[in-house]
């Protein structure tokens, strides 16, 4: 009668020796060979993923080399729109300069014209002016207080302007030179 949960990999302990060992040989080969097959296979696998390691590190060299190429770019080319903005601006002083004979009202409105594109091309540029009003409250941030003077205000408010101040991007370029209300 045959045994039913007898594991065919597993010899009968049942044999002559010759034969178990034969058979025990038999099995060792066969594991041998699925251990070989199994390390073929992690062998092809890690060469794959050792690939796709290469790959995404020469990729994201490359990026890192683009990104860098284009914040050169940025740097060396980013003033090019505000220089475009402000030719404009040199051509009317150069055909003002070019007038030879030109009357105070004809250079007054030369001058006023030539103003409304510098502020133009700054303003295309988010260069914004900070020009204060009168009894608005100091803030140091945008503000450069120049003197005190006594006056019927609250303290610390602007009285004057003395100088337009500057922004770029809400970042001050330069702070508005004022003249402020002192303490009583």
Same mark, same amino acid.
């Given at each position: 009668?045959?045994?039913?949960?007898?594991?065919?990999?597993?010899?009968?302990?049942?044999?002559?020796?010759?034969?178990?060992?034969?058979?025990?040989?038999?099995?060792?080969?066969?594991?041998?060979?699925?251990?070989?097959?199994? @390390?073929?296979?992690?062998?092809?696998?890690? /060469?794959? +993923? !050792?690939? *796709?390691?290469?790959? =995404?590190?020469?990729?994201? #060299?490359?990026?890192?080399?683009?990104?860098?190429?284009?914040?050169?770019?940025?740097?060396?080319?980013?003033?090019?729109?505000?220089?475009?903005?402000? @030719?404009?601006?040199?051509?009317?002083?150069? /055909?003002? +300069? !070019?007038? *030879?004979?030109?009357? =105070?009202?004809?250079?007054? #409105?030369?001058?006023?014209?030539?103003?409304?594109?510098?502020?133009?091309?700054?303003?295309?540029?988010?260069?914004?002016?900070?020009?204060?009003?009168?009894?608005?409250?100091?803030?140091?941030?945008?503000?450069?207080?120049?003197?005190?003077?006594?006056?019927?205000?609250?303290?610390?408010?602007?009285?004057?302007?003395?100088?337009?101040?500057?922004?770029?991007?809400?970042?001050?370029?330069?702070?508005?030179?004022?003249?402020?209300?002192?303490?009583?």
């Amino acid at each position: 009668m045959q045994d039913n949960n007898h594991n065919p990999a597993t010899p009968s302990p049942n044999l002559p020796p010759e034969e178990l060992e034969a058979a025990m040989a038999a099995n060792a080969n066969d594991e041998l060979q699925r251990l070989q097959t199994e @390390l073929a296979e992690l062998k092809a696998k890690s /060469a794959d +993923l !050792a690939d *796709q390691f290469l790959r =995404a590190k020469a990729e994201a #060299e490359n990026a890192r080399r683009r990104a860098e190429e284009e914040i050169s770019k940025a740097r060396k080319f980013g003033i090019e729109n505000f220089a475009e903005g402000l @030719l404009p601006v040199a051509d009317s002083l150069d /055909a003002a +300069l !070019a007038i *030879q004979n030109a009357t =105070a009202a004809q250079l007054r #409105e030369g001058s006023e014209a030539t103003l409304r594109q510098l502020h133009s091309a700054l303003e295309r540029n988010r260069v914004l002016a900070i020009t204060p009003p009168a009894g608005e409250k100091f803030d140091p941030h945008r503000h450069q207080a120049i003197s005190m003077v006594p006056a019927n205000q609250e303290p610390n408010t602007i009285v004057s302007v003395l100088q337009k101040g500057y922004l770029i991007a809400d970042r001050v370029l330069r702070p508005a030179l004022v003249t402020v209300t002192a303490p009583k």
